[in-house]
T-cell receptor, first 114, second 113 residues
Framework: DAGVIQSPRHEVTEMGQEVTLRCKPISGHDYLFWYRQTMMRGLELLIYFNNNVPIDDSGMPEDRFSAKMPNASFSTLKIQPSEPRDSAVYFC????????????FGPGTRLLVL | AQSVTQLGSHVSVSEGALVLLRCNYSSSVPPYLFWYVQYPNQGLQLLLKYTTGATLVKGINGFEAEFKKSETSFHLTKPSAHMSDAAEYFCAVKGGTASKLTFGTGTRLQVTL
């Protein structure tokens, strides 16, 4: 299996622009997670889905952030409008069903908002 | 509620020396515990996990961890460090049937000659 795929790997944009991050989970995995990693705040869970349905979005920082999972093989995280403080590495992870299961992480998208 | 504390944001060891990375957890239900490693510019990779059963868990690259309920600890060890072990290590806890992982703040391991 190719693992979790994220695109783009790097994104540089200007403040106010819309940013869309993409994730393809491992086939057959029921759960999909979006994380943000910064030096100041470490690794934060933003939102997670089960069977394409958002379960917990309490980590989404504000209304500028939105996430969708239109089908089992694709998810997006959108920031509109972007701000410099959104600069971070964004990870997508997926996991099979079952609470003992491991989360498998993608390589991340490094976002820089100027 | 669950939480993880990793003692020491930076640990430096000599090549060939013992590696000990500390993790203490808090969970109101029996925990599932994980150690992940992150190499520069990469995603997190599972090293090992404890769910149930044997409290000494062996993982990849010669790492192991022991679940000690009485001490609420899950420290990561490796008998002999290698230069390739230099990375950031994250301890994480999942409480019972919860799907969410709670991560510690990470420990950066430096290995010197």
């Amino acid at each position: 299996d190719a693992g979790v795929i994220q695109s783009p790997r790097h994104e540089v944009t200007e403040m106010g622009q819309e940013v869309t991050l993409r994730c393809k989970p491992i086939s057959g995995h029921d759960y999909l997670f979006w994380y943000r990693q910064t030096m100041m705040r470490g690794l934060e869970l933003l939102i997670y889905f089960n069977n394409n349905v958002p379960i917990d979005d309490s980590g989404m920082p504000e209304d500028r952030f939105s996430a969708k999972m239109p089908n089992a093989s694709f998810s997006t995280l959108k920031i509109q409008p972007s701000e410099p403080r959104d600069s971070a590495v964004y990870f997508c992870a997926s996991s099979p069903g079952g609470f003992k299961e491991t989360q498998y992480f993608g390589p991340g998208t490094r976002l820089l908002v100027l | 509620a669950q939480s993880v504390t990793q003692l020491g944001s930076h640990v430096s060891v000599s090549e060939g020396a013992l590696v000990l990375l500390r993790c203490n957890y808090s969970s109101s239900v029996p925990p599932y515990l994980f150690w992940y490693v992150q190499y520069p510019n990469q995603g997190l990779q599972l090293l090992l996990k404890y769910t149930t059963g044997a409290t000494l868990v062996k993982g990849i690259n010669g790492f192991e961890a022991e679940f000690k309920k009485s001490e609420t600890s899950f420290h990561l060890t490796k008998p002999s460090a290698h230069m390739s072990d230099a990375a950031e290590y994250f301890c994480a806890v999942k409480g019972g049937t919860a799907s969410k992982l709670t991560f510690g703040t990470g420990t950066r391991l430096q290995v010197t000659l």
